[in-house]
Each structure stands twice: as C-alpha cells, then as structure tokens.
C-alpha cells in the first residue's frame, strides 16, 4: 500500500543533543503512536497524523508551524534499550545502491543561494558513500536484495529556466508545487541523457533558492510545514524536493556553530541526508518504517548527538559536518555509523625548544588507529595558519591505511632562516583521517629561534645644549642580548650634519650574546648659528634580522645668547622743562650663551630729550642669566609730547638690534584763574557814602607740577583796582595758587568795565584776562510835583500878618544811591522853605521826606508871582543829584470870585443879575450888578487859565472884632434861575465861590 510523500518536518529536534543544545528552538513535543504497523499505512496520499500541539505564533517570521508528523518525545531517543521505534520491513524494494544527482533550479529573481550552498551539496554526496554512516543502510534488505555501501555523485546541473507561470514561489498561493517539482527532473533528465534511464539506482535531488515556497499540496508547504520531502514519480524515478533551509531559521537546523560557516548550507546538508537515506530504503514509501509510520530520518529527525567546538558531529573524508543520527534496529537508536569503525590516536611532542636559525630540527608523530576498521589517514600537513619555519617531511606521505591497532611515524621539520628574527616560533600539525567523529586532529607545534637582538643605549642621544662653535661627545653602546652573535656592520646619521660618528672603533664589529661594544657620537655647533635645536637619527646596521636598522634620535640644542629688554616701552613721568626724570631700561641675556652689546644708541625726531647715562664701551659682555641696567634721562628744554626710540645692538643672531619706545610729556607751568570774569554789584559814586568800593578775591591756581612765574599783572579801567598787588615777577609753586584782590570804586555813574591782565611762562595761555564790571549807582531826586501852584493868596499888608498859603512838596530818592541833601533853597522874595539839616539829612533809595514851602506876597495884587525850589546833593561833584520844582501864586487882596454854572457843571455865559451884601456889620455894603459876562484869564498872564464871572479884591472882613456876627450873601440869576449863598470872610482870606443855578 502507498504511502504520501515522507517529509522532513520543521522544528522537530530530538535526541539528547538537541535538547541539550543552548539555541535549540523547540523542545520534542510528544505525541501517541498508532496502534500497529498498519496505521501508518495509508493510500498513495496518506497525509501525516494530527499534530499534538503547536508551537507559538511569531516564533520563526511570525509563522504557526504545525508540529511535524514523526516527532519523537524526548524519552524515546537513542540508547533507550526499547525496540519498539525499530523499522519494519513492509515487503517493499529497497535501492541496492545509488548514483545522486543535483539539480538547482535557479530562475532569474529567484536565484538567491549563500555562497558555497551548492559546491557543500555536491561534496557531502562525493563523500558519503562507503563510509560507516552510509553502512547504517546496510542492515535493511529489500524484496529486490540488499543495500550495498555504495553510493556516488553522479553530476549537478543549474536550470535557470522559469517557473511556471502563477507559480512563481512567493507565498503558499502561488507555491512552485510538487508536479512544477517532478517536471524539473524530467527536464534535468532530458537536458542530461547520460542521467538516465531513472531507476532504483538513481535519485535526483532538486534545491530551489531562498525565498521560494514549495508545497506538497493545499497548506502542505516549504514555509509552513516541512523542510524537504522525497517521493517517486512514474515507477522508479525517485528525487527529493529541496527547498532552501536557509529562509526557514531555527525551524530547520538544529542551532549551534556553523561548521561550514554557511548556516543554510549546514542545515539544507542535513535534510539532504535525512531524505538521501529515508529514498535509499523506502524508496516507494513502501519498505522499511516503523508502527508509527516513521522512516529511517524520521524517527531521529535532527538528533546530532554529540558535537564539537566547530559545530560539527561527524567528519567524512576528514570534511565537517553537522547532520543527524540515523536509526539502527540492530543498537534501536540512533546511531552515527555501523559496523567496524576507525579511531585515530597522535603521540609525540612537537616541542623544538631552540633551534639557531639557519639550521633545523626534527620531532616525531606517531598516528595510530584504535578503532575496529581501517582508518585512512588523508593528509598529513601544517595548518593554514602555522609558522613557515615548519614543515612535514614528504615520506611516508599520504594517503595511508592503517589496520586496526596499527600506527604510522610522521617527521616534522623546524628549519628558521637564516634571517630569522628571534623569537618563539608556533605551529599545528593537522592529521586528517576517515575517523568519523574526529576527521582532523591537531598537535600544536612550537620553537624558538636563536638569533642575535641588538639594543642601543643610551635610548636617546642627548647633548643637552652644545654652544655654538664648540663640540659635544656621547658613548653609544650596542648591546646584543640575543643567542647568536651580532654583527655590527655600520653606524651613521642622518639629519642635522652636525652629528658625526667617530671611526674608532670602526664596523663591523661583531658583539657574541650578553656582550657591548662602545661608539663615540659627536655634535658639533656651528659658530654661527642662532639658538635652535638640531635633530638627527643614528642609524645602526646589523644582521639582527629583527631590527636591521636601529634608529636611535639624536638632539641637540645649540647655545646661542638672546637679548631681552625689561621693561620695553619706557613711558617717563611728566618732567619740567629742563628738568630731569630717568628710568631704567635692562638688557638681560637669556640665552645660553655669552650676549656682547656693541651700541647703546637713542634716534627718533625728539632725541635731545633724552641721555643714555651709563651707556658701556662697545663690546660689552653680558653672561647667560645676567643683565646690565642702562639709566635713561628725559630732559625737556621745551613742552610738549616727546618721542624717541632707544636701540641696543648687540650679537644676538635672533634679534641683533632690539628697540623701545621712550615717551615722556615736558610738563610747563598751567594758569588757572578762579574766575574768567568779575561782575560787582551797584557801588555809589559818593564816596561819602559806605561802602562805595568792594573787593572781590580772584584766585590764580598753578595747576601744574612745575613753577609758574607770573611777570605783570595789568588792570585797566579808572574804576578798578588790587589791593595790595605782589610785586612782580613773582612765583607760583607747583599746585599752588595765590589770591589778588580785585577792587571797584566807580566815579562816575553807569555801567563801568575794565579787565585785569595776567602774564606769565605759561607757553599755551601766556597772558590771561579777567574781564571786570560793575555799575556805579547815583541818587536821583525825585518829587511830588515839578511845580506848585499856589491859591489866590491876600498879600500883605491888607492879611495884616495872617496871609501866606504854604504847600508840602514830597522828596523821594528815586536813584540807586544814598540821597545827601546838602542844600534846599528858594528863589523869589514870596517864597520860604526849610533849609538843609547840618550835618545833611540822608536818604535811603525810595526814601524821602516832605519839604513845606510857603507863598507870602506882599505889595500890591498880582496875578502871578513866580518862584524857584532847589533840593541839592553837591557834596560829591561826581555822585550828586539835584532837582528845581518851580514856584507860582496869585496875589490877591480881600475878596471873592465867583464862577456861576448851570446844573451839568457847565460855565453859564451871562449872568444876568448879581446881588452882593453884608450883613450885620457897620460898613455898609451892597453891590448889585446885570449881565455879567464870562472873564478868562490865561498863562501866561497867570500861573493857570481860570474864568469868572465877578470878582472884588477890596471887600471888607467879617470876623474883625467890630465885624462879629457879620456875613454876606450873594444872590446871582441865570438863564432865568437864581441861587444865593452866605459867607463869611476872614481878613486874609480870598474866596473862589462857584455857584450852581438850578
């Protein structure tokens, strides 16, 4: 009965090993095994058992891969002691032996494979066949005989033809299938005739390249499911399907190293065992499996057993490889090989110790073979990465067959050159054998070489500082601290010429091991040169094979003396004209050589200024670290800024002449007066008066730190004085100041000016000016009238002693100054005033005092009688004041005059009666008068215009002591009204009476 395709499924890893490994991906998942051998058996489609469990999404791409049908729970691995995995013969043929065949099926865009992929395939099937792994095989018999331990490569071909079309690989829908499969062998077949015919020899592999999904049928796919399966196809053409191992990680391969540094080539190299061995002896599906179905790779689905450091367990034809235990009925386990087996043992030490170079030394190894078959030995050499100092010898050669229990003798050859640096030399000797657990066995190989080892000392060739124009000497040992002699063959400089080897004692030299030989090294300094530093390289040529040439650096500073001036720029104080301030200029030698000055010298547009004062003769020495302080005068003869520049020559070869700036400002007295202008307050003129001058302090400062001398002080203006004034020339000290004192005593009134000038040795302000004011202040006379008019006055002797008016005239002082009145007069005969006090009356500005005047005519009437008032403050011609108020009166007998006005105060024309009368008295009077008319009288016949209509200077008095009790009354009409009035009127007494008609 048929049974489906057997596959290798993904992530199934048994056996102890596989638990054991640390990268192991899924633990064994168990699962129950069907009941007797016929549960296994299905038609030509039988599909595998419903897996047990699953293993967890996004463990390997995010994928759920189903557990594979023929996994083994860890229990049931090798060694068990338990028949009941053992495989059962079901009565089907076998292969009695095999020719493999690869096929790559590459399309373009699909054609992606790691790089040693496919030379691995075809190598693993060269070397499998007669091994003992392949012997597992033997033990299983089919209808058509048995399997024999041969199997062959029979050829590899590359298609790079396209996959059908839809089927392109790229996921399960469009997955190349198994028909696309077994059309590419029948392809392979046709495009390869000596391939064929396909027969129960005959197997054809079929590798497609990363990324590609194959699939069995519906969910039965590369991605998914399985990592390659086997099957047969039109009778006997048996192939594998074998998709790339290298997309599916974990999944299918069993982790650890990679033994072929190729992960998807090692793991893929495990299923082409797996599905190479299940073909050979089920190739129909239909021969040897067991009750539960499980083929010969099944039951040890990636069960590695034991492993090495390199990740391989088990070597063929000495090649590494990393693929499963298949399954032995006759150990019911899984097993590595059957049969008799070859076993590899080394002895022997490849210790050489130390070998002179140019010549060589022998060790001998011995192979032997512990196991129960031959073992070939294959090859017998140094490792890639060993010493070329090593060798094999050619005899015996290889390959060799070694009986069980038998053994080979191997030499092995140390031979340095004769150039050979000294030095512990490393090698591995690498035996491979057909040992299938140890395909290469190592022996480490070590020598030393005996040379000579040169050293040179001092290290570093120092000479320190050399002076120039003279010679240094330093001793150069060459040691050799190696194990052969040394041969010194020359020693030389390059660099800085001035580095020399003395001949004694000449090259070549030859130093036996633990011994010196001494050199002499010479710098020379050129007696020229400025301070530097030379460099060089003493060469030491030996036949130390290490260090041919030993490089040892020279040095040498060349001691040159160099001039440095402290502290540079010498900037003096302010200095008086010819005076002298000095500094100190240092010329130090800070070289390492003695500094010669040659000139002191001082140039530059103000020169003369300055002195050197202890300028040295030329050819002055100043010793390394010493100095010589040079004292630099500055004496000005005039003022200003003044500039030079001091040079020090000398033969320094950096900086032969070296310079400062000498600077100093010639100080010259500065005037500084405490004011530019004197402005006084109003002083009188009347130098009666107190006070009538002033003094005002002007300080004159010297603001500077030499001495002013002032040579005239000039004061202009008649007005203005000094008080006490120094005689000149006169000194003013350095910041020091003296104060004149400025006076003014006006004689005359008014604004007065004048200035006061200063002269001195101050260069910028040799003459200074104070410009002086003030005014001079006078009294004025000021009054309450500038004339007085006197009233009608009765003259004498008709007043009979009792005339006279008197008006009061106010005197103010309405100048500036005190007001002195020295005089107050009047002029006219009527006329009287008080005279002037002695000593005079003062007044103060605005104040004044009143002066009565009295007018007292006598004679005969008159109708101006004029006069003069003078006040005068004479008592100083230059400060007085004076001032004339005229005098005027009308003198009058007794009487009246009488102006009649209408009720608006107008003069009425015509009077038209008028009626005069006095009462009382003895004198008979009464005066009646008709159509009086209006009578002007003007200056300058009067002192003032008045009008009336009737006046009478000769009327009699009516208080006399005959006259008492007595009064007049007078009656006037007008413009048809009349009015009357009563009077007295007294002796002395003239009335102006102006009476209103209503």
């Not at 040169?454 to 290290?459: D, F, G, Q, R, Y």
């Not at 005197?811 to 005969?829: K, R």
Request: hydrophobic share 35%.
């Amino acid at each position: 009965m048929a049974r489906s395709p057997s596959r290798i499924l993904r992530a199934a890893f048994v056996g102890s090993a596989a638990i054991a490994t640390a990268i192991l991906m899924l633990p064994a998942v168990a699962y129950s095994a069907p009941s007797g051998p016929s549960a296994a058996r299905t038609t030509a489609n039988h599909k595998a058992p419903p897996a047990q469990s699953h293993r967890p999404t996004g463990e390997l791409r995010n994928r759920k891969l189903q557990q594979p049908h023929h996994a083994l729970q860890a229990s049931q691995t090798a060694n068990n002691g338990s028949s009941a995995l053992d495989l059962v013969n079901h009565g089907g043929p076998i292969m009695p032996s095999t020719t493999t065949f690869t096929i790559f099926w590459l399309p373009p865009g699909h054609n992606t494979v790691s790089t040693n992929y496919a030379s691995l395939m075809n190598r693993y099937l060269q070397d499998v066949g007669g091994s003992p792994l392949y012997n597992i095989l033997t033990q299983y018999p089919g209808s058509n005989g048995n399997i024999a331990n041969s199997s062959t490569f029979g050829g590899t071909w590359t298609d790079t033809t396209a996959f059908p079309a839809g089927h392109d690989g790229s996921d399960d829908a469009h997955a190349v299938t198994d028909g696309d499969i077994r059309d590419e062998v029948t392809r392979a077949l046709s495009n390869n005739p000596s391939w064929g015919p396909a027969d129960l020899t005959k197997m054809y592999f079929v590798f497609t390249g990363s990324g590609v999904v194959t699939c069995k049928g519906t969910g039965d796919c590369s991605d998914t499911t399985y990592c390659a399966y086997h099957n047969a196809f039109n009778g006997d053409t048996i192939y594998g399907s074998m998709p790339y191992d290298g997309d599916s990680g974990g999944g299918c391969y069993a982790g650890g190293p990679s033994p072929n540094n190729d992960t998807a080539a090692d793991a893929e190299l495990s299923s082409l065992e797996h599905e190479h061995f299940e073909a050979v002896n089920d190739p129909h599906l239909n021969a040897w499996f067991n009750s539960n179905g499980d083929e010969i790779g099944d039951i040890c689905n990636r069960d590695m057993g034991t492993r090495d450091s390199t990740g391989a367990n088990l070597y063929l034809n000495g090649h590494p490889y990393e693929i499963q235990r298949e399954y032995s009925n006759a150990d019911s386990a899984c097993v590595k090989s059957f049969g008799a087996t070859s076993k590899v043992a080394l002895s022997g030490s490849l210790d050489f110790g130390t070998v002179p170079r140019g010549s060589s030394a022998t060790r001998s190894v011995t192979v032997s073979n512990t196991g129960t078959a031959t073992l070939d030995v294959l090859d017998v050499a140094m490792d890639s990465g060993s010493d070329p100092a090593f060798s094999v010898l050619p005899n015996p050669g290889t390959p060799q067959s070694l009986a069980p229990g038998s053994s080979i003798d191997y030499t092995v050859k140390f031979a340095p050159p004769g150039n050979a640096a000294s030095g512990t030399r490393n090698g591995t000797l690498k035996v491979t054998t057909t040992d299938l657990l140890a395909g290469v066995s190592t022996l480490p190989a070590t020598g030393k070489v005996g040379a000579p080892t040169i050293t040179v000392s001092p290290a570093i060739l120092d000479f320190g500082t050399v002076p120039r124009g003279t010679a240094a000497h330093l001793t150069v040992t060459v040691h050799n601290n190696g194990d052969g002699d040394l041969t010194v063959n020359g020693l030389s400089f390059t660099g800085d010429p001035g580095f020399s080897i003395e001949p004694q004692p000449g090259t070549p030299q030859t130093v036996p091991p633990g011994s010196t030989v001494d050199f002499t090294a010479t710098f020379t300094s050129p007696a020229n040169s400025g301070a530097q530093t030379s460099n060089a390289i003493l060469h030491v040529a030996s036949d130390d094979p290490g260090t041919p040439d030993l490089q040892v650096p020279a040095t040498a500073s060349i001691g040159a003396p160099h001039a440095v001036l402290s502290p540079g720029p010498l900037s003096f104080p302010d200095t008086c004209r010819n005076t002298t301030s000095s500094l100190t200029e240092t010329v130090t030698n800070n070289g390492t050589a003695d500094l010669t000055v040659t000139a002191v010298t001082v140039t530059g547009p103000d020169a003369s200024s300055f002195t050197v004062l202890n300028a040295p003769p030329p050819a002055t020495v100043i010793h390394p670290g010493s100095s010589f302080a040079y004292t630099v005068a500055f004496t000005p003869t005039s003022g200003g800024a003044k500039t030079a520049t001091l040079t020090v020559s000398s033969d320094d070869p950096d900086n032969p002449q070296l310079s400062a700036q000498l600077s100093g400002v010639a100080a010259v007295p500065a005037i500084t007066l405490g004011s530019s202008a004197i402005s006084y307050g109003g002083l009188a003129v009347d130098n009666r008066t107190a006070p009538h001058a002033q003094f005002v302090p002007l300080p004159v400062f010297n603001e500077s730190d030499c001495d002013l001398t002032i040579s005239s002080l000039v004061v202009t203006g008649a007005d203005f004085s000094l008080a006490a004034p120094p005689g000149t020339p006169f000194v003013i000290g350095k910041h020091n100041s003296i104060t004149l004192s400025v006076g003014f005593d006006p004689t005359v009134g008014g604004g007065r000016t004048g200035s006061l000038a200063i002269s001195s040795d101050d260069p910028a302000n040799p003459t200074v000016t104070v410009a002086l004011s003030g005014p001079g202040l006078l009294p004025a006379i000021g009054t309450s009238s500038d004339t007085i008019f006197f009233p009608p006055t009765v003259v004498e002797p008709v007043a009979g002693g009792l005339g006279g008016s008197t008006a009061n005239l106010t005197v103010t002082n309405t100048g500036q100054a005190e007001l002195i009145v020295d005089s107050l007069n009047t002029s006219g005969a009527p006329y009287f005033a008080p005279g002037a006090s002695s000593p005079p009356n003062r007044y103060a500005p605005s104040d004044g005092f009143v002066e009565p005047i009295t007018f007292h005519p006598s004679g005969a009437p008159a109708r101006k009688v004029t006069g003069t008032f003078t006040i005068a403050d004479n008592g100083d011609p230059a400060g007085g004041a004076s001032k004339t108020v005229n005098l005027c009166g009308e003198a009058v007998g007794r009487g009246i005059r009488v102006l009649v006005v209408d009720n608006t105060g107008a003069v009425v024309p015509n009077v038209a009666k008028l009626h005069l009368q006095l009462h009382k008295s003895a004198t008979n009077l009464s005066i009646s008068l008709k159509d009086l008319g209006v009578t002007t009288v003007a200056p300058p016949t009067s002192c003032q215009t008045f009008s009336y209509q009737y006046e009478n200077q000769d009327l009699p008095a009516t208080d006399t002591v005959n006259q008492q009790g007595s009064y007049y009354t007078l009656d006037v009409t007008a413009g048809g009204k009349s009015t009357t009035v009563t009077f007295t009127l007294g002796t002395a007494e003239f009335q102006t009476l102006v009476l209103t008609v209503k």
